[in-house]
């Protein structure tokens, strides 16, 4: 089979699960790609703004806000914007409950709220050692994701207040809020569509629940060792964890390199 692109989830995928750094074997696996002529997307939860180690690496086209938002060089492929009317509706009862939000733009902000548990959840998720800056003019921007920091407890009152909003929980303390479907699934539909190219002729590494859907849509799914159980039940193939160079030895086990 003649493979003509493949998708990456970034965290724990392209990036160790031990310290956060691209493990070498990984960047010449990438490379070698590109040099094949297969297109490389990495498909992440974080904002474009912080995908600068992977574009140094030569990566070009982007799925961020976990699916809200994706971009080739300098064509934007898809975007969900988030309502401003609803947007406002949900910063002003945060700011009323002192809950905090984060705002996904290209960039990430935050409404100021600041708690440990928050802190937690950010270094768990995007190696984040301090809070993100305010926005003062976020309402000036397309916001492509929001997420919520809370308790199940908590959520109950948002979707009590807010019926009409979906609040998806991807993290212990983290939850998506959306006004309609964002998944990375639904933005590797419209990369596909970009390409023209088919799901079979594609291949996706992830190690996360919310990688399942991504990795069960290409021709061949493929779980990293130090995922969740989810991913590697719903994968074609389970290689080793993102440290030990579990992409490069999967590219090489399928006779892709």
Same mark, same amino acid.
């Given at each position: 089979?003649? /493979?003509? $692109? ?32 297969? %297109? ?13 180690? @992977? ?16 971009? %080739? ?20 009862? *945060? ?26 959840? @950010?270094?768990?998720?995007?190696? @984040? ?5 305010? !926005?003062?003019?976020? $309402?000036?921007?397309?916001?492509? $994701?929001?997420? $919520?920091? *809370?308790?199940? #407890?908590?959520?109950?009152?948002? #979707? !009590? ?9 991807? %993290? ?19 990369? @596909?569509?970009?390409?023209?190219? /088919?799901? %079979? ?27 969740? !159980? ?28």
């Amino acid at each position: 089979m003649t /493979y003509k $692109l493949v998708f990456f989830d970034v965290d724990g995928t392209i990036t160790s699960e031990k310290d956060g750094s691209i493990p070498p074997t990984t960047k010449v696996a990438i490379r070698r790609l590109m040099e094949k002529g297969i %297109h490389v997307v990495a498909a992440t939860g974080r904002p474009l703004s912080m995908c600068e180690e @992977l574009r140094e690496i030569g990566i070009e086209t982007f799925i961020t806000a976990n699916g809200g938002y994706a971009k %080739h060089q300098q064509t934007v492929i898809h975007k969900i914007p988030f309502n401003k009317e609803r947007l406002i509706d949900v910063m002003n009862f *945060a700011e009323k409950m002192k809950h905090g939000l984060s705002f996904y733009t290209e960039s990430l902000y935050m409404n100021g709220v600041k708690e440990g548990a928050i802190l937690t959840a @950010l270094n768990e998720t995007l190696s @984040l050692a301090d809070y993100p800056s305010t !926005q003062p003019a976020i $309402l000036e921007e397309e916001v492509y $994701l929001l997420c $919520l920091f *809370a308790n199940d #407890r908590v959520v109950d009152i948002y #979707r !009590q207040t807010f019926p009409y909003l979906i609040f998806k929980r991807w %993290h212990p303390y983290i939850l998506n809020v959306v006004e309609k479907e964002v998944s990375k699934y639904v933005a590797t539909k419209e990369v @596909l569509a970009y390409f023209n190219v /088919y799901p %079979h002729e594609t291949i996706a590494f992830g190690d996360g629940d919310n990688d399942i859907d991504m990795v069960k849509l290409v021709g061949l799914g493929i779980a990293m060792g130090n995922g969740s !159980q989810g991913v590697k039940t719903a994968a074609d193939y389970v290689t080793s964890r993102a440290s030990e160079g579990g992409i490069y030895e999967a590219l090489k086990k399928f006779n892709i390199l």
